[in-house]
């Protein structure tokens, strides 16, 4: 592992959702996050803060998830970058069509607040490691 | 409502012409065929027998006739015989012999009245002449004495000039001649006939060759010795000739001796001449010889080309071994010729008559077959189960009987068509029947409804017509496949398929095929429904769950964050009413996120749409996994989890997920109910070597016994007050059991109130082909 996770993005339209979220992984997780509230922010964001990890919603109005995901890979320097699903959408067949796509993992609401950070470092090295 | 409009009713084969045709000999050919034989036969039968028979009484009565010619003529013979034995026994009765006698024994002079012998010999002569005269076959007759060896004393013979007295000077000595012989021996009163030879004169033949009969009687002297004979010597021809002119048979004749001497006579009415045994002018015929052979008196001799008849005329001739005989013979053809006629007749007369009913039997035949014929020509004519209009159920005989059978049953079938058509018709599902080639027989209705397609339009075409292309590979290889099998089984597939509209709009539609046999042919009949509106709901259902579930998460996840990072926060404050207070809500914020979970779940088992990804999972590995996850949780209740089983791999096959939610819901369960400080013990075993069991037990308070059976149901808690502290949607159970019951496994419990339960699951070991794939 060459380099310990720390910039963080965050696509989340459900603002308390975000609020808590983001609160939960700069305190428990310790990285630092930039929350967008929409796909195309966060396509418009993501060449300047570059980060190192994305976690996704996938129900957003206008541009969702699976969207943002396949214009997100369109940017070069966003190619490599681990992406994982943050979703509600908890239904077995709903997540397997989710981990089809070009994701390192799918991560269900409601989340354990407390295990929240460790699942992602875990993804990270899961995607460092490959 | 018109039906059989959208039906065109179950095909059977078509009716062709060769079909309608007897595939034997027709009825009316068969009728004709046994008048004819039994025509020929009887005829054959009466004309036959009675010809044998007639052909038999024929033959016998001719040759009953043909033995009374026989016997006429032989009785003639022995006439003729009769008549010269009867003329020389008078002329030994007659004074001059006598008077011969008595002069040559005294000197040539007759001692009573003194007459020499020469006036007797004179008057002998005379009566000799006169005799002769009247029997013109008689050639000669003699007296002539023994003395001086045997020398004639009286003798008058035929000459070409008259009846000649020979004169003394011309006398001959007759004691070497056989019948002189014969005569010394010969008993008074007795006839002596010799054989028949040729005339001798003088020691030698006669010229002429005649052949001549001897009749021969003694004459006794004075002493009672024999004195001499007197001898009448006839023309044997001439003598028989009479006898056959006189009867005038219009039959072949014979007449001849043991000698073998014969006359023929012929039945033109001529005569042939005497032949001698020994000189033959014309051979004696075979079967005369034959003939003569026979012993018996009478005798019939049939051969192949005639019949004779022989009699022996019954004639002393003073000589035991000689015999006559007589020979009447007919050829067969002539005697039979009547016969013969008849059998012409009966030939002529059979022909007439076999022709006769030739020619009945065909109008006959034509009129008892003509109306089968029309019959069958108007149901050749007809659709399957219409009505049948021209029958001639007018008749009163057996035809009509047939026509008006038929015309019920038609009728009925008809009727039951117009039922089943309308049955079909206003049946909601869509009805079609397809042929072994996939060409479509029947289309209903609610088919042409649910296609867009008018009968017409389909029917006869291929039912691929009515199928989206990707799924014509698929229903090829069902067709083949049924086409193949043996069995006629019913199908009975009910699935989902795709159809195609006429307007080419696709759409979902459930089938239900099954094989029909009908006689040696299979067709298929589907049931067809449209279920794209019960599709279109079900889509709509799934979205709403989607969308609630994900609705009820969201909020969810913002307060069970919330609630962590206040946790997190009164920690650190050390602030423990507040630490206590947040722990409930969060327990209860999880607690409602597996209810929402486990009504969502319910739901789809009850929909029967859970997805299983089968895989093939070491169980061993799997279940410490799970138990892994939940140490954890247990912990809450000062809960332990012990493992009694080695790491030795065990294969199922499972949906990893949904195991892990089956077993978490025993695990949970467990720690639930056990006592603080207390443990779970999770055990991995073989049942055998096909089932593996892994069992979870507690030492908690264990299920009231009133409680069992209803521990599966949904919603499902011993006691709720007690229970429902301990968090639980009441349905983690009636889904573990229908997870489990997915991978053909079972699930069953041991409990004692008071001391704990057990839940085991038996799954099926997966074989080694099994896992790899």
Redesign the interface.
Same mark, same amino acid.
Request: hydrophobic share 30%; net charge neutral; charged share 20%.
């Given at each position: 592992m060459s380099k310990s996770l720390e910039k963080l993005l965050f696509v989340e339209d459900d603002e308390s959702i975000a609020q808590v979220a983001v609160m939960i992984l700069e305190d428990f997780g310790g990285f630092s996050v930039k929350h967008c509230d929409t796909g195309r922010k966060a396509l418009d964001c993501l060449v300047e803060y570059a980060p190192q990890f994305i976690l996704l919603d996938v129900v957003m109005p206008g541009m969702d998830g699976p969207e943002t995901l396949e214009r997100l890979r369109r940017i070069p320097m966003a190619k490599k970058i681990p992406v994982a699903f943050m979703t509600a959408k908890a239904q077995t067949h709903e997540q397997a069509i989710f981990r089809k796509l070009d994701v390192v993992g799918v991560i269900v609401k409601p989340f354990d607040p407390m295990a929240l950070s460790g699942q992602i470092t875990n993804l990270w090295a899961l995607s460092q490691a490959a | 409502m018109t039906p059989a409009t959208a039906v065109n009713g179950p095909k059977i084969p078509k009716l062709t012409r060769g079909m309608l045709r007897p595939s034997g000999i027709s009825l009316k050919n068969k009728i004709i065929a046994l008048t004819c034989i039994s025509v020929l036969l009887s005829t054959l039968l009466v004309g036959g027998s009675n010809y044998f028979r007639i052909q038999k009484i024929l033959l016998d009565t001719s040759v009953e006739n043909l033995a009374g010619e026989t016997r006429l003529m032989a009785q003639r013979f022995r006439f003729s015989y009769d008549q010269m034995k009867s003329d020389v026994q008078v002329l030994s009765q007659t004074s001059p012999i006598q008077g011969i006698v008595r002069s040559r024994a005294n000197t040539n002079v007759d001692p009573w009245d003194g007459s020499s012998l020469l006036i007797w010999k004179d008057r002998l002569g005379t009566i000799f002449s006169s005799m002769m005269a009247m029997r013109p076959h008689y050639t000669q007759i003699r007296f002539i004495g023994i003395a001086d060896r045997g020398r004639e004393l009286v003798s008058a013979n035929s000459a070409p000039s008259g009846i000649m007295l020979a004169p003394d000077e011309d006398m001959q000595q007759k004691w070497r001649e056989p019948y002189f012989e014969a005569g010394l021996k010969t008993d008074t009163n007795d006839v002596f006939f010799s054989e028949v030879t040729k005339d001798r004169e003088f020691d030698g033949l006669d010229d002429r060759l005649i052949p001549t009969v001897r009749a021969v009687i003694p004459v006794l002297g004075k002493d009672g010795k024999t004195f001499g004979m007197i001898v009448i010597n006839a023309n044997y021809g001439d003598m028989l000739r009479p006898a056959f002119e006189d009867i005038a048979l219009p039959y072949d004749a014979f007449f001849l001796n043991s000698s073998g001497d014969y006359m023929e006579y012929r039945k033109n009415g001529t005569i042939g001449n005497f032949e001698f045994h020994d000189n033959y002018t014309v051979p004696l015929p075979l079967f005369v010889n034959r003939i003569l052979l026979a012993k018996s008196s009478e005798t019939v001799f049939v051969t192949d080309d005639a019949v004779s008849y022989f009699v022996r005329p019954d004639i002393d001739q003073g000589n035991p071994d000689a015999f006559m005989g007589v020979v009447v013979r007919v050829s067969l053809k002539e005697l039979l010729a009547r016969a013969y006629e008849f059998r012409s007749l009966s030939l002529l007369w059979g022909g007439l008559l076999i022709l006769t009913c030739l020619a009945t039997s065909l109008v006959l035949a034509h009129r008892f077959t003509a109306p089968l014929n029309k019959m069958t020509k108007e149901i050749k004519q007809s659709r399957g189960g219409e009505k049948l209009e021209n029958l001639p159920v007018d008749r009163t005989d057996e035809i009509g009987d047939l026509a008006r059978a038929f015309d019920h049953r038609t009728r009925e079938l008809a009727d039951q068509k117009a039922k089943l058509t309308a049955i079909l018709d206003n049946t909601v599902d869509g009805f079609i029947t397809v042929d072994e080639c996939g060409k479509v027989e029947t289309f209903n209705r609610s088919c042409e409804r649910i296609f867009g397609y008018k009968a017409a339009e389909v029917i006869g075409r291929d039912v691929k017509k009515l199928m989206p292309a990707p799924y014509h590979a698929k229903y090829e290889g069902y067709r083949k496949r049924y086409q193949g099998a043996e069995e006629c089984a019913s199908i009975g597939i009910v699935s989902e398929f795709e159809g195609r509209r006429k307007d080419a709009s696709i759409f979902p539609l459930d089938l239900s095929v099954s094989e029909v046999k009908i006689g040696d042919r299979k067709i298929y009949s589907g049931i067809v429904r449209d279920i794209s509106e019960r599709r279109l709901m079900e889509t709509m259902k799934d979205e709403f !769950? %989607?969308n609630v579930?994900?609705?009820?998460? $969201?909020p +969810? $996840?913002? !307060?069970? *964050? %919330? +609630? *962590? +990072?206040l946790m997190?926060a009164s920690g650190r404050k050390n602030d423990e009413k507040s630490r206590k207070l947040l722990q409930l809500s969060y327990d209860n914020?999880q607690r409602l $996120?597996r209810l929402v979970?486990d009504i +969502?779940d319910i739901e789809?088992i009850a929909a029967g749409k859970m997805?299983y990804?089968l895989e093939a999972a070491d169980i061993c590995q799997l279940v410490s996994d799970i138990i892994e996850q939940q140490i954890s949780y247990a912990e809450k209740f000062g809960v332990t989890f012990k493992t009694d089983f080695d790491s030795a791999e065990i294969l199922v096959s499972l949906d990893k997920?949904?195991f892990n939610q089956a077993l978490v819901n025993l695990l949970s369960n467990a720690a639930k109910f056990s006592n603080p400080g207390g443990a779970v013990e999770i055990e991995i075993f073989l049942k055998n070597p096909s089932q593996v069991v892994i069992s979870v037990r507690d030492h908690g308070s264990g299920i009231p016994s009133s409680f069992r059976g209803k521990i599966f149901s949904k919603f499902a808690q011993a006691d709720g007050s007690a229970t429902r502290m301990k968090g639980g949607s009441g349905l983690g159970l009636n889904i573990t059991r229908k997870i489990i019951e997915a991978f053909d496994g079972t699930v069953d419990y041991e409990s004692e109130e008071g001391k704990g339960s057990k839940f085991a699951f038996v799954l099926p070991v997966c074989s080694p082909m099994k896992m790899r794939a």
């Open positions: - | !769950i %989607s579930n994900h609705e009820l998460r $969201t +969810l $996840t913002c !307060i069970q *964050g %919330s +609630l *962590g +990072l997190a914020c $996120t979970n +969502l789809k997805d990804q997920d949904r």
